[in-house]
């Protein structure tokens, strides 16, 4: 496609449901990122994937985030049992290469978690 | 650990004004610094590049300048407009290569 894609763009969960948030990237890009924007917050680095590399999942704020990208393209970050905590925007960006190639990093339109 | 500020937090201007947005950080070791756009309840929009060795980037009415060794950057935006309005925010990356953002500045522009 044409840039980044996230699905969905909004949703509704109760208290306690798993849930599932998907990221095409851009086609042939080795990078991926998934943050994290809490109303009225900044952006919270979640985890990052390079290619065949393991992810940096540095970011995840605990055992219930976790995420996954197959064959290097579509990733999926699931939260388990979701808390009210866990509603913000989730945003997922990828680019080219690592930020060591210099290389632009370009974001999807997010999605809007909201735990009920 | 890198961390980034954006000052002011938000700012108001009449439309033809330039706007001043201002970027710091506090480990120089960078690779690069991304200038992006969000306007509200949608993503971020990258307006400019720069790479640790460039002082600067342009693209039509803006420019972002970067000067690495005191850990600041600039972004300008010539004769602004309404349509300027937005959350400007920065980002660095580095060792690890993930991307640390800036609060942000939150520009509106009045017509």
């Known amino acids: 496609g044409a840039g980044v894609s996230q699905s969905p763009s909004n949703k509704v969960t109760e208290k306690g449901k798993d849930v599932e948030l998907r990221c095409d990237p851009i086609s042939g890009h080795t990078a991926l990122y998934w943050y994290r924007q809490s109303l009225g917050q900044g952006l919270e680095f979640l985890i990052y994937?390079?290619?065949?590399?393991?992810?940096?999942k540095s970011g995840l704020p605990s055992d219930r985030f976790s995420a996954e990208r197959t064959g290097g393209s579509v990733s999926t970050l699931t939260i388990q049992r979701t808390q009210q905590e866990d509603s913000a925007v989730y945003l997922c960006?990828?680019?080219?290469?690592?930020?060591?190639?210099?290389?632009?990093?370009?974001f999807g339109q997010g999605t809007r978690l909201t735990v009920v | 650990k890198q961390e980034v500020t954006q000052i002011p937090a938000a700012l108001s201007v009449p439309e033809g004004e330039n706007l001043v947005l201002n970027c710091s950080f506090t480990?120089?070791?960078?690779?690069?610094l991304q200038w992006f756009r969000q306007d509200p309840g949608k993503g971020l929009t990258s307006l400019l590049l720069?790479?640790?060795?460039?002082r600067e980037q342009t693209s039509g009415r803006l420019n972002a300048s970067l000067d690495k060794s005191s850990g600041r950057s600039t972004l300008y935006i010539a004769a602004s407009q309404p349509g300027d309005s937005a959350t400007y925010l920065c980002?660095?990356?580095?060792?690890?290569?993930?991307?640390?953002f800036g609060g942000g500045t939150r520009v509106l522009v009045k017509p």
């Open positions: 480990d120089s070791a960078i690779y690069n």
């Open positions: 980002a660095v990356s580095a060792a690890g290569n993930k991307l640390t």
């Open positions: 720069i790479q640790s060795s460039q």
């Open positions: 960006a990828s680019s080219l290469g690592p930020a060591r190639t210099f290389t632009e990093a370009f």
């Open positions: 994937f390079q290619g065949n590399s393991a992810p940096d």
